[in-house]
């Protein structure tokens, strides 16, 4: 199936990419192509039958005991920060609340 | 004593051990080749395996392992051999970037686990090596910090995504490297290079401090020139870590105990699927051949079928890019990297990952965006995962009249850099063979086969023949490698017209 | 006054509530949570999406979230993963929240509420309880501290990743009582579980309430809109009922409710828009890769529904039984350690009914006026039971019983009432004969508790030192009372 631009706008803003005219041009065809590429796995008739996986190898019941541990030395989380202030991470205006 | 860049990690072991040469010598010898060949990329013949060679803290730490040991202390089991480490893992205190500008100088604050093994055993990490951005790309073309140079033809790209590590093996920078696999970027790599590189069973390797790409999909494990060195690296960095949920309980068999058994007997099973059209002639004269040494060892040769393989690269491009642009959703300018400054947090986020991320990564992003969201979910992703299911079967099914499976590793040899770059999807089929054993988690390897002339070429290039084993059964696929080896002889010193000089 | 809907008008509410966990550490890290003041010293690798960090599942929230759930009478699932909801914001680390989608741990509940006004029992059905996680604290600067007209936000990530469980309504509420009711019923359930503090002031427990309205009559719901802010029982009442109005009056004014997110301001008593979603997030579901299935077997869940504590609803009913007035039970049960005082005073001899009056009046009364709460008044069950004791025996007057009480609450506990009484110029009483006498008489009259105590309750001694006290209007030594009865009983 062909990805229209539109499509791609709406693509980009939920993976939160700006992306110019030209980019949006350029990718419709592109990942349409892949796209359809892919869609191979629509062909596999039998695969109604089976169970998705999602882990190789069988595990459950992985757990982890209460116990705490040594957090991060707060100058070296914040040190990496791009913009800090006050010991906590400063971000511009937010519009949107979530999504 | 002979070129000690030449010598395997199990060679300079013996020879630290019998007091030969010293850790530091060896570590010397690795650091002076480094700058003899490797170069950032700007010369044209610069390999540019490294992003960040660290040779201050690897002498220092030689000087320590050979300090402990002349003090009688034990030493662990890589200890002074030089291993070079794909920038997809994290390391403290070491700038890590993923072959991306979104992580230009990050410095991690923890270690993977891995490398926390591989501190254990007195390994001598000598730096980080270059790879495709965020280990998307079979060709090393699409680092934001240039590409590699493969050494048997610096006009040749060295495969990828773990095309740097691959590279500092095959030209002597590094016995050993670290590489990640998570659709052939180890195995890949590793055939077009002409030495050995193994992916691990899923789980065996702590993913713990692997940069996520494809979480359900990556696994580390070794790149090495001999089948034994690359046994002992993964013996090392393997085994059960509590802080990787997907991580396997129980220890696996031990990698090299039988790793000299041989094959007489064995079932080998030729994977109908993996050859023929798409498979340069040059690979497929090589794959057959090699099959035919199989049969001189007292192997037995069938025919199988994994009926379900050709779906591998599809479900694989809905699968990986799914997990991914959730995995890379981290990469938003907050907390540390790259941040483009903008009016809003909104317009921050969106202007830092256009900015931050190449093209590769973006497109991939997007797929898997578009392949989880609403509506289209159970089409792409849901259906990929189903069609995982039946490859696994397939596998599972072919394992019950073989012990293992044998294929081309790579329809082509080395490709010249730019050749592939104008089409994705040629691209991507350079993983055609090796996709399948990912999805269905099983063990795989890629050791040289043999040479051949690509049709665009003279000199011949090395060909890659890959290994599957069953699930959790890794010394099975060692051990058909090294039968393999031992018999074929092959000299992974890089040659021709247009390789890297190795003297 | 009950709350009623105009004539021909319907009002439907779901109600999501979110449980924050009391566990050590977070949700899939070891970061401790303790609550510590400064700001992003809570913080694991993973806490702060770090890249190549990986969750793991913290056993004990798994554990606490069964146990709710059976608790709240649901179903737990036999095989469920965790899913990853993907969207962008700062406070969310990863990008992605992980938390559960179609099968969630526990499914298919209910409660069973007694809302006054109601001569019979409000059952409200629950759909599911699942698990999540909480995201890291906005404080946003300029415009009020509100998001809206902000110049920037500061985040912290101490609170990102804390173990968080999600209990969501069927929309079987029609109206604010029964909503108010339903809260209240969830807080003192999480509290006799003791997984959390479940304080919706202060933010271990939140309330979001989903409102509709619809004319009688009507074959689906109204459109719904969701309020949040809500930060008291109080507010979850008087929100509703406001929200149920303003849109009646929106309908009838012509306009059509659209569905979208309302902030509830307490001071105001209104609620605005918050956001107008013109599409729907889309959240991209799919099962988190790093993580892996849990399985619940028949025998964990049977050893998990065993070792239940007494439920709420027990209690209350065990209390009132004893004579106890209802709202006084539902008092004592709602409270911090009003239940525990309540269960230990009974135990040490005191009459359940005198009792309950003191706990839910005039001690609730002095801790107002003290601003402390239950804990930090020390008071214990013994102290209570001595009080009312003293009480009953004529040694104090109620007045003077009062004073004593303010005395205990000031010394945090550390003082007996005996010894408060004593302090505040009472005069002790040493004459071992009549003060034999007297322990004499109080044994002869109490031959069930005398009994209670040779067989091992030895708290119980505890009624009959205060009416010992009594006789003596509070003056005899209670060192010396304590010894002679003993003596006594020992024979």
Known sequence: ?99 | MSQLTARSAHDLLAAMAAGDVTAVEVTQAHLDRIAAVDGDGSGDRDVHAFLQVTGEAALAKAADVDARRAGGESVGALAGVPIAVKDVVVTEGIPTTCGSKILQGWVPPYDATLVARLKAADAIIVGKTNMDEFAMGSSNENSAYGNVRNPWDLGRVPGGSSGGSAAAVAAGMAPLAIGTDTGGSIRQPAALCGIVGGKPTYGAVSRYGLIAFASSLDQAGPFARTVADAALLQRVIAGHDPLDSTSIPEPSRDLLAGIESGVAGMRLGVVRELQGEGYEPGVEASFNAALDRFRDLGAEIIEVSLPHAPYGLPAYYLVAPSECSSNLAKFDGVRFGLRVDAATTEEMMAATRAAGFGAEVKRRIMIGTHALSSGYYDAYYAQASRVRTLIADDFRAAFGQVDALVSPTSPSVAFPHDSKTADPIAMYLNDVATVPASLAGTPAISIPCGLAVAPDGTDPLPVGLQIMAPLHRDEVMYRVARAFEASLGFDPTPAGAHALAMA | MAFQMPDGWELVVGLEVHVELNTATKMFSASPVDFAGEPNTRVFPLDAGLPGTLPVINGRAVEAAARLGLAINCGVAERCVMHRKNYFYPDLPKGYQISQYDVPLCHDGWLDLDVEDYDDIVRVRIERLHMEEDTGKSTHVGGAGRLHGADASMIDYNRAGIPLLEIVSRPDIHDPAVAMAYVREVQAIVKALGVSDAKLEEGSMRCDANVSVNRVGATEFGTRREIKNVNSIRSVGRAIAYEAFAQIDEIEAGATIVQETRHWDEAKGVTSTLRRKETVADYRYFPDPDLVAIVSVPEWVDGLRASLPELPRVTRDRITAMGVASPQAVSMVGGDEMLGWFDAGVAAGADPRTLANWITGDVVGQLGQAGLTETESGLTGAHLAELVGMVDGGALSTKMAKDVLVGVIESRGAKSPSEVAQERGLEQMSDTGALQAIVDDVIARNPAVVEKIRGGADKAIGALVGQVMGATRGQANPGMVNDLLRAAIDG
């Open chain 1, 1 to 99: 199936m062909a990805l229209s631009e539109d499509e791609v706008r709406h693509v980009g803003m939920l993976a939160r990419i700006a992306l110019t005219d030209a980019e949006v041009a350029d990718l419709a065809p592109q990942l349409s192509k892949i796209l359809q590429y892919a869609e191979q796995v629509g062909e596999v008739a039998d695969a109604g039958n089976v169970e998705p996986t999602v882990h190789p190898y069988p595990l459950q019941n992985v757990f982890r005991d209460d116990v705490p541990g040594q957090p991060l030395d707060r100058e070296a989380l914040l040190s990496q920060g791009p913009d800090v202030d006050d010991h906590r991470f400063v971000v511009p205006q937010i519009v949107a609340e979530e999504g």
